[in-house]
C-alpha cells in the first residue's frame, strides 16, 4: 500500500503544479496522471471511489498529451487585459475543472475509507475536509474565471488568484495526507506481529533445547 500512496501522492504533485519556463512544463501532466492510474489500480478494490479517480484520470490523461504535443487547450491569463475570452475557448477549461474534481473526490474517498478501516478517524476527518475544500475552490473558480479573465468584474480578478491559491494548498495538504496514508497498518497487522514474534521464540527455544546435552 505504501507504494501506491507514493505513486498517487508524486502524480497529484505533477499533475496539480505547473512550473513552466517559455511554455514548456518541466512537470509533465502526463507522467502524472501515469503514475496516479499505476498507484490507483492497486487501490481500486479496496473502495470505489478509486474506480472514479482512475476512470477521470483516465480523460485526462489523453488531454494532458495534447498539451504536451501543443494541442490542447489554449492558456488562459489573467494578466492578459488586451484579449476577450469567448465561452468556446472556457468551455474546454470548465469541463477539465470537473474532472480534476471527479479525480480528486475519489481519492479522498478511497483513502478516508482505508484510513477508516486502520482506526485513524483525524485522517479520515482530514480527507473530508480537504475535499470539501477542494470543492469549494473548484466552484468558486468555475464562477468566477470567464468573469475575472475578461475584466468585467474587477474584483472576481482577485477572487480568482485567491481561489487559485487556495486550491494550491488543498493540493498539498491532499499530496501530505496520501503519504501520511502509506504509513498506516492494516487491521490485524500487530496482530501478525505478534504472531511472526512468538515464532520466532518458539523457534529460538527449539534451536536452544537441541543445543543441549
Not at 468556446?88 to 483513502?111: K, V
Request: charged share 15%; glycine share 12%.
Amino acid at each position: 500500500m505504501r507504494t501506491a500512496c507514493s505513486q498517487v501522492a508524486w502524480g497529484l504533485g505533477l499533475t496539480l503544479f505547473d512550473l513552466r519556463i517559455g511554455g514548456f512544463d518541466l512537470l509533465p501532466d502526463t507522467l502524472g496522471f501515469i503514475l496516479m492510474l499505476i498507484g490507483l489500480s492497486g487501490a481500486s478494490r479496496r473502495h470505489g471511489g478509486f474506480g472514479i479517480a482512475m476512470a477521470a484520470a483516465a480523460l485526462l490523461l489523453p488531454v494532458s498529451v495534447a498539451e504536451l504535443a501543443g494541442l490542447g487547450p489554449e492558456q488562459l491569463s489573467l494578466t492578459s487585459n488586451k484579449q476577450l475570452y469567448a465561452l468556446s475557448d472556457l468551455w474546454p477549461i470548465a469541463l477539465l475543472t470537473i474532472c480534476t474534481l471527479a479525480m480528486l473526490f475519489g481519492i479522498c474517498a478511497g483513502f478516508s475509507r482505508i484510513s477508516a478501516r486502520a482506526g485513524d478517524r483525524a485522517l479520515t476527518r482530514s480527507f473530508g475536509a480537504v475535499w470539501k475544500l477542494s470543492f469549494a475552490f473548484g466552484a468558486v473558480m468555475l464562477f468566477a474565471l470567464p468573469f475575472g479573465l475578461n475584466g468585467y468584474v474587477s474584483s472576481l480578478v482577485v477572487v480568482t488568484l485567491l481561489t487559485g491559491l487556495g486550491q494550491l494548498a488543498a493540493g498539498i495538504w491532499l499530496i501530505v495526507l496520501v503519504t501520511r496514508t502509506g504509513r498506516l497498518k492494516a487491521p490485524g497487522d500487530h496482530i501478525r506481529m505478534k504472531y511472526d514474534e512468538l515464532r520466532r521464540r518458539v523457534k529460538s527455544l527449539d534451536k536452544s533445547s537441541d543445543i543441549r546435552p
